[in-house]
């Protein structure tokens, strides 16, 4: 069964809304989550870390929040733009504490239409 | 920032061949990672290594092994290529509990 779940449907934004990405996972206590953006062809760029005591992280337009009950992340992009058009990927250190490697979601592709 | 260096970016290998895919640091992280990407499948986790001479198998790691003899290089081994490991190979570098970065991949094809 799928550790990570991200929306796997590519999702269609007008530009200048927010644009919010979903990250559910199962069975796991991360010690905490990330995200990161991916343009075709190239590896991944990392955007924000959360910790599992942390609620909410904010950098510039972006957001995430961290919800450890429900096993939840959302990611918003405020103001959406063109260029933030990408597949964005959330990612958990599963095995709790950092000892074992991020396990990446299969990532949402997201599309700011102008 | 920190600069991770993938030795090729397109590599076409025959079936059998032992294939080297290189990877170094410039930032002195401890962690390194090895990674290969496939439509469909995401990212999955081949090797990783906190250490010098130090590694820890990944999710998939039958058909690899790697070396980290110095801190900044990591390499990814293919004993005996085979057409199923075609794939895009992304190393990555971390300090412990930080975000990861991604060297921009290896594009390799197994023919």
């Known amino acids: 069964s799928q550790k990570i779940e991200q929306n796997s449907e590519a999702l269609n934004i007008q530009e200048g809304k927010t644009a919010t990405l979903t990250c559910n996972y199962t069975?796991?206590?991360?010690?905490?989550l990330q995200w990161y953006r991916q343009d075709p062809g190239r590896g991944p760029v990392f955007l924000l870390l959360i910790r599992e005591n942390e609620k909410e992280k904010r950098k510039e337009r972006l957001k995430v929040t961290f919800d450890t009950t429900l096993k939840q992340s959302l990611f918003h992009i405020t103001a959406s733009q063109p260029a933030d058009s990408a597949t964005y990927l959330c990612?958990?250190?599963?095995?709790?504490?950092?000892?074992?490697?991020?396990?990446f979601g299969k990532g949402t592709h997201l599309i700011i239409q102008p | 920032d920190v600069k991770v260096t993938q030795s090729s970016r397109y590599l076409v290998k025959r079936t059998g061949e032992k294939v080297f895919l290189e990877c170094v640091q410039d930032?002195?992280?401890?962690?390194m990672f090895w990674y290969r990407q496939d439509p469909g499948l995401g990212l999955r986790l081949i090797y990783f290594s906190y250490d010098v001479k130090m590694k820890e198998k990944g999710d998939i790691p039958e058909g690899y092994s790697v070396s980290r003899e110095k801190k900044e290089r990591f390499s990814l081994i293919l004993e005996s290529a085979s057409t199923n490991q075609t794939s895009m190979y992304l190393c990555a570098s971390s300090l412990q509990g930080m975000g990861y970065t991604f060297g921009s991949g290896t594009r390799l094809t197994v023919v």
């Open positions: 930032m002195d992280h401890e962690n």
């Open positions: 990612a958990l250190d599963i095995g709790g504490g950092g000892a074992d490697g991020l396990t």
């Open positions: 069975n796991y206590s991360p010690a905490y």
